[in-house]
């Protein structure tokens, strides 16, 4: 079993900061991928951004140079560097990791709020 425990969000003014941080803890494989996806109230999850464990990056064109990416693999850690936010933004952020050798093993954290407001 993995455990993911996203830290991070908060409160923020336009064009603020944040950096999310997600932790995975468990029996996780080597091959994987982890990603940030969103969920806004009254619309459907998306995806964020993903990273694979050998670096294959890929971002949402909504937030295509102002969010980035990042891990590190020997703390089984992904990072969510997001700059210049907009009130569009505001959002639960989900953690997801996906074994890629076994599709069905998929994990979701609990998820963290961002709020981007003035």
């Known amino acids: 079993q993995v455990q993911l425990v996203e830290s991070g969000g908060g409160l923020v003014q336009p064009g603020g900061s944040l950096r999310l941080s997600c932790a995975a803890s468990?029996?996780?494989?080597?091959?994987?991928?982890m990603a940030w996806y969103r969920q806004a109230p009254g619309k459907q999850r998306e995806l964020v951004a993903a990273?694979?464990?050998?670096?294959?990056?890929n971002h949402a064109e909504s937030v295509r140079g102002r969010f980035a990416i990042s891990r590190d693999n020997a703390k089984n850690a992904v990072y969510l560097q997001m700059n210049s936010l907009k009130p569009e933004d505001t959002a639960v952020y989900y953690c997801?990791?996906?074994?890629?050798?076994?599709?069905?093993?998929?994990?979701w954290g609990p998820g963290t709020q961002v709020t981007v407001s003035s």
């Open positions: 468990g029996s996780i494989f080597k091959n994987n991928i």
């Open positions: 990273r694979s464990h050998d670096g294959i990056t």
């Open positions: 997801y990791l996906q074994n890629l050798r076994i599709e069905s093993q998929e994990y």
